[in-house]
C-alpha cells in the first residue's frame, strides 16, 4: 500500500518568503527581514522572555504565525504571490497587526455559557489574549502549521457561545419582576427558565425563580393545562429576532427532552420536579425556603 501523501502547508509568511529570490523590487528582502526584526523583538517583550535564546526562538514562531494568520485574513485569493506583494505594498507590521486583532477580538468573546466576574478582570483578559495568542500563532517555519484554521474553529464555537450569552443578557433585562443584574451568569440556566416557564403562557419572562414561585407555577399548569406550544410561540414573539434561532434551536430541545415538563402534567411530587428544575437552571435558582 503506498503512503497516504501529506499537502505541504507552511505558513503563509514563510510561502511568501520563498518568491522573495525571484522578485526584482529593489531592497524588497531587506526591508521585510528589517521588519520582521522589529515584530520579533516586540514579541519577545511582550510575550517571551526576550533575554534567553529560547525566547526570542519562540517569539520567531510567534511572529510567523502572527503575520501569517493576518495574510489569510487580508488576502482575497489564495495567492502566495498576493501575499508577498501585500508584505511588499502594506508592509509585514500590517500583517501582524491585522492577525493580532483577530486574537484580539476572538479573546473579549466568551469561552463558555457559565460567565464569572473573573471574566471581566483585566489580568485574566491579558492571560486569555496571551494563551490564544500562542495556541493559534506558534508556527515553526518549517513545518505545516494550520493556526488560520484553528481560528476559524474557535471563531465558530465562540459565536455560538456568544449568542447564547447575549439571549441570556436579554432574559435577564426584561425578567418579569425587574432586571437581573449579577456579574454571575449561567446562561443556559436562563433560557430554560425562560422556556419552562413559558408554557404557562401570558407572555411572562422568567429569567430566575425561587421554590415558591416554582410551586405555583407548576399548581397552575396542572390546573390550567395550557397549550405549550401557544407559550412557546408568545416567548419567541417577545424576543428580537436576532435571538430567535438560539431560542428556536433550545425550545426544540426541551419539548423533546425536558423532564420537568414532561413530568408536570403528571403526579411526581414538588421535591422531585424542583430537583429536576436545579439540572436545568443551576445557580439561577433563589434559596426562597430555609
Same mark, same amino acid.
Given at each position: 500500500?503506498?503512503?497516504?501523501?501529506?499537502?505541504?502547508?507552511?505558513?503563509?509568511?514563510?510561502?511568501?518568503?520563498?518568491?522573495?529570490?525571484?522578485?526584482?523590487?529593489?531592497?524588497?528582502?531587506?526591508?521585510?527581514?528589517?521588519?520582521?526584526?522589529?515584530?520579533?523583538?516586540?514579541?519577545?517583550?511582550?510575550?517571551?522572555?526576550?533575554?534567553?535564546?529560547?525566547?526570542?526562538?519562540?517569539?520567531?514562531?510567534?511572529?510567523?504565525?502572527?503575520?501569517?494568520?493576518?495574510?489569510?485574513?487580508?488576502l482575497t485569493v489564495d495567492s502566495d504571490e498576493a501575499a508577498l506583494d501585500f508584505l511588499v505594498d502594506n508592509g509585514a507590521e500590517a500583517a501582524f497587526q491585522a492577525g493580532f486583532r483577530l486574537?484580539?477580538?476572538?479573546?473579549?468573546?466568551?469561552?463558555?455559557?457559565?460567565?464569572?466576574?473573573?471574566?471581566?478582570?483585566?489580568?485574566?483578559?491579558?492571560?486569555?489574549?496571551?494563551?490564544?495568542?500562542?495556541?493559534?500563532?506558534?508556527?515553526?517555519?518549517?513545518?505545516? =502549521?494550520?493556526?488560520?484554521?484553528?481560528?476559524?474553529?474557535?471563531?465558530?464555537?465562540?459565536?455560538?457561545?456568544?449568542?447564547?450569552?447575549?439571549?441570556?443578557? =436579554?432574559?435577564?433585562?426584561?425578567?418579569?419582576?425587574?432586571?437581573?443584574?449579577?456579574?454571575?451568569?449561567?446562561?443556559?440556566?436562563?433560557?430554560?427558565?425562560?422556556?419552562i416557564f413559558a408554557v404557562e403562557g401570558g407572555g411572562r419572562i422568567v429569567a430566575r425563580t425561587g421554590q415558591k414561585e416554582f410551586e405555583r407555577f407548576v399548581k397552575a399548569v396542572r390546573k390550567?393545562?395550557?397549550?405549550?406550544?401557544?407559550? =412557546?410561540?408568545?416567548?419567541?414573539?417577545?424576543?428580537?429576532?436576532?435571538?430567535?434561532?438560539?431560542?428556536?434551536?433550545?425550545?426544540?430541545?426541551?419539548?423533546?427532552?425536558?423532564?420537568?415538563?414532561?413530568?408536570?402534567?403528571?403526579?411526581?411530587?414538588?421535591?422531585?420536579?424542583?430537583?429536576?428544575?436545579?439540572?436545568?437552571?443551576?445557580?439561577?435558582?433563589?434559596?426562597?425556603?430555609?
Amino acid at each position: 500500500m503506498l503512503p497516504a501523501l501529506v499537502k505541504e502547508s507552511l505558513p503563509r509568511l514563510v510561502r511568501a518568503i520563498k518568491l522573495l529570490p525571484g522578485d526584482e523590487r529593489p531592497d524588497a528582502a531587506v526591508i521585510l527581514a528589517d521588519e520582521l526584526t522589529g515584530i520579533t523583538a516586540m514579541v519577545a517583550e511582550k510575550f517571551t522572555n526576550d533575554r534567553t535564546a529560547d525566547g526570542i526562538a519562540r517569539a520567531l514562531q510567534l511572529a510567523v504565525g502572527g503575520v501569517s494568520l493576518g495574510l489569510e485574513q487580508v488576502l482575497t485569493v489564495d495567492s502566495d504571490e498576493a501575499a508577498l506583494d501585500f508584505l511588499v505594498d502594506n508592509g509585514a507590521e500590517a500583517a501582524f497587526q491585522a492577525g493580532f486583532r483577530l486574537i484580539k477580538d476572538l479573546a473579549a468573546m466568551p469561552e463558555d455559557s457559565l460567565v464569572g466576574e473573573y471574566d471581566q478582570d483585566p489580568v485574566y483578559a491579558q492571560r486569555r489574549l496571551r494563551d490564544l495568542f500562542v495556541d493559534i500563532c506558534l508556527a515553526d517555519p518549517n513545518q505545516n =502549521w494550520n493556526g488560520h484554521e484553528r481560528y476559524q474553529v474557535l471563531l465558530k464555537q465562540r459565536k455560538e457561545v456568544q449568542a447564547i450569552v447575549r439571549l441570556a443578557g =436579554w432574559l435577564r433585562r426584561h425578567h418579569d419582576n425587574g432586571p437581573i443584574s449579577d456579574t454571575d451568569l449561567n446562561a443556559e440556566g436562563v433560557i430554560a427558565l425562560a422556556i419552562i416557564f413559558a408554557v404557562e403562557g401570558g407572555g411572562r419572562i422568567v429569567a430566575r425563580t425561587g421554590q415558591k414561585e416554582f410551586e405555583r407555577f407548576v399548581k397552575a399548569v396542572r390546573k390550567a393545562k395550557p397549550d405549550f406550544e401557544a407559550g =412557546w410561540a408568545a416567548l419567541v414573539a417577545k424576543v428580537p429576532v436576532q435571538h430567535h434561532a438560539v431560542l428556536l434551536e433550545r425550545i426544540a430541545v426541551y419539548r423533546n427532552s425536558c423532564t420537568v415538563l414532561q413530568h408536570i402534567p403528571g403526579r411526581t411530587a414538588m421535591k422531585t420536579l424542583f430537583a429536576e428544575l436545579e439540572n436545568y437552571a443551576g445557580s439561577e435558582l433563589e434559596a426562597d425556603y430555609g
